[in-house]
């Protein structure tokens, strides 16, 4: 079983900045993807960011496109989301996730990750921003 940790939440005034970092305790498939998701309270959850671990390729939800970056460091089995420039609807529970399959480009495991099976998640960690 991966094992994912998640750190880095915690609560900023509108306009600053976090980082968040999700660890994976081991390697999970080869050629998968990793991603960030979140949920506000009394909404669904949302698609982020997403991240091929092969070659690093990204895609981003229009909503954070612009102030979020999503990067990885697969020597550390990390995947980081830095957010800048947050705004108060950014407040929300994040969770960072781990493909246990193929996943051909990042557009797909975005699209793909919130409603598979044999995916690995985060205990997650809350972004508050006040305004």
């Known amino acids: 079983q991966v094992q994912l940790l998640e750190s880095g939440g915690g609560s900023v005034q509108a306009g600053g900045s976090l980082k968040l970092s999700c660890v994976a305790s081991?390697?999970?498939?080869?050629?998968?993807?990793m991603a960030w998701y979140r949920q506000a309270p009394g909404k669904e959850r949302e698609g982020v960011a997403a991240?091929?671990?092969?070659?690093?390729?990204?895609y981003y939800a229009d909503s954070v496109k612009g102030r979020f970056t999503i990067s990885q460091d697969n020597a550390k089995n990390t995947v980081t989301l830095q957010m800048d420039s947050l705004q108060f609807e950014d407040s929300a529970m994040y969770y960072c996730?781990?493909?246990?399959?193929?996943?051909?480009?990042?557009?797909?495991?975005?699209?793909?990750?919130?409603?598979?099976?044999?995916?690995?998640w985060s205990q997650g960690t809350k972004v508050t921003v006040s305004s």
């Open positions: 996730a781990a493909s246990g399959f193929f996943c051909s480009t990042a557009s797909y495991c975005y699209a793909v990750l919130q409603r598979a099976t044999n995916v690995y």
């Open positions: 991240i091929l671990t092969a070659d690093g390729s990204t």
């Open positions: 081991e390697y999970t498939v080869n050629g998968g993807c």
